[in-house]
């Protein structure tokens, strides 16, 4: 069986065969195929047994393939999907279905305006589709999924505290033709159920930040503690002891400080609250003063860095701040993650719409596999068992201070030979 499933969009539907979830529109369903009690009572056992294993998996992976395994076993369908909105974008994406179907190989968004989810995701309300138009070509303009044959949908709202989170479809009967007041009704309290179940699955993911956070912060205070109870035990400690254990504390303190900023400056960034403070900025001159900022690293390193602009560069409209902290986060990096006697250099290039700048350096270099996964927050390239550098959350905050610019940035490397991170922003006016 093809296992690609297809969201079609409402709009060229036949209305008449549009069954919807409102009191009216279920006593019509009601009129329709009812199973037999003894059916009901192992449908019921089935779905209680279902609701104790929806709410024992936290991992969120896992809780969606139960969903749509679920949703195929109970329905006799012939394939299941869980569609998710997005709490950031609001966007509607595929998120797990029965079969082959690879999120990561194929990620699949499907619009809210004429699709059959998004129709569900305003509504609230389930719907059945039982009979869709067989020619195809009425609807590949408007799925990139290769179609699977589909000819009848039930959907259901996956809700949480009374809002809609996302909509959990089956698609063609296995046995009848069309659904049953029993399927309809199945549906909806699974879907009740996974809703929950859903959405406690990614707060606990959530709360895996906040684990990591905290992982990230126990050493230092750990160090801070030891040392201060040190230096407290001692109060005839060697002065030049006295002035080392200080440093340590300071150094460690200064530590998570920036690690907790940066925590919540990428809150921040993620939640939409940053304020950026708009002005009309030279790009040259921030990039030579973020240059000489980064100059005392460098030094300490051997690592030479140099600048190309253009003459006659437009200003920018930007946060000089927050450009200026994404920038320098690519400088340093560049000389921590690079050879002694290495080397880096910064170019501007722009045309009449945009603007971009190339940190370029000559150093370790990203393995392929890493390079989609250095954005990511609190991601750290392993080296030879060790992680390097920082608390990883340099590259996932600069990405996203450029984003807000209206801009992007991305990397291309080599391992072994260097690194080019580029960002691109729009010009002003
Ligand atoms: P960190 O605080 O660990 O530097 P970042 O988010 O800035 O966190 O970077 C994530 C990871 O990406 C780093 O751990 C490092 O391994 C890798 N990386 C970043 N920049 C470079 C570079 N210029 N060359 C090689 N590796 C890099």
Redesign the pocket.
């Known amino acids: 069986m093809s296992a690609c499933l297809a969201d079609v969009r409402i709009l060229t539907f036949n209305t008449r065969k549009l069954r919807f979830g409102g009191l009216l529109q279920l006593k019509e369903v009601l009129s329709g195929h009812i199973l037999s009690p003894e059916n009901q009572v192992a449908r019921l056992e089935k779905m209680l047994e279902v609701s104790r294993k929806l709410h024992a998996t936290l991992e969120l992976g896992a809780l969606l393939a139960l969903v749509v395994e679920t949703a195929l076993e109970i329905i006799e369908a012939e394939a299941a999907a869980v569609l998710l909105l997005n709490h950031k974008s609001g966007e509607l994406w595929l998120e797990a279905a029965t079969g082959t179907w690879d999120k990561r190989a194929t990620p699949t968004m499907v619009p809210l305006e004429g699709s059959i989810a998004g129709w569900i995701i305003r509504s609230g309300e389930f719907l059945v589709v039982d009979s869709l138009p067989e020619d195809g070509h009425r609807f590949s303009e408007i799925d990139k999924l290769p179609l699977f044959a589909v000819h009848s949908i039930l959907g259901a709202p996956l809700k949480f505290n009374e809002k809609t989170i996302g909509v959990l479809e089956v698609f063609n009967k296995r046995v009848e033709g069309s659904f049953t007041s029993d399927d309809i009704h199945l549906l909806n309290t699974l879907a009740g159920q996974a809703g929950v179940a859903i959405e406690n699955a990614r707060m606990f993911e959530q709360g895996d930040e906040v684990a990591k956070l905290v992982q990230e912060l126990a050493s230092p205070v750990t160090s801070i503690v030891d040392f201060s109870q040190l230096m407290l035990a001692d109060p005839e400690m060697n002065p030049d002891h006295w002035r080392t254990g200080l440093e340590s504390v300071n150094r460690k303190a200064v530590y998570l400080a920036q690690t907790v900023d940066s925590f919540l400056d990428l809150t921040r960034l993620e939640t939409g609250r940053m304020e950026l403070n708009w002005q009309a900025v030279n790009l040259q001159t921030l990039v030579q003063e973020t240059i000489a900022q980064a100059q005392p690293l460098a030094l300490e390193k051997n690592i030479s860095l140099s600048f190309q602009a253009p003459d006659n560069l437009p200003e920018i409209s930007a946060d000089a701040g927050r450009l200026g902290q994404a920038l320098s986060?690519?400088l340093e990096?560049?000389v921590?993650?690079?050879h002694p006697g290495g080397a880096v250099t910064v170019t501007i290039s722009a045309n009449e719409v945009r603007v971009q700048v190339a940190v370029v350096?000559t150093?370790?270099?990203?393995a392929p596999h890493?390079l989609g996964l250095?954005?990511n927050k609190f991601?750290?390239?392993e080296?030879n068992g060790a992680?390097?550098?920082?608390?990883?959350?340099?590259?996932?905050i600069?990405k996203r201070i450029i984003q807000a610019h209206g801009g992007d940035l991305w990397v291309e490397?080599e391992l072994g030979e260097?690194?080019r991170?580029t960002f691109s922003l729009p010009l002003a006016g």
Do not use: P, W
Not at 363 to 366: A, P, R, S, T
Not at 387 to 396: D, I, M, S, V
């Open positions: 986060c690519l990096n560049a921590q993650y690079n350096d150093g370790l270099g990203i890493e250095i954005f991601y750290r390239v080296k992680k390097t550098g920082g608390a990883g959350l340099g590259l996932a600069a490397s260097g690194s991170f």
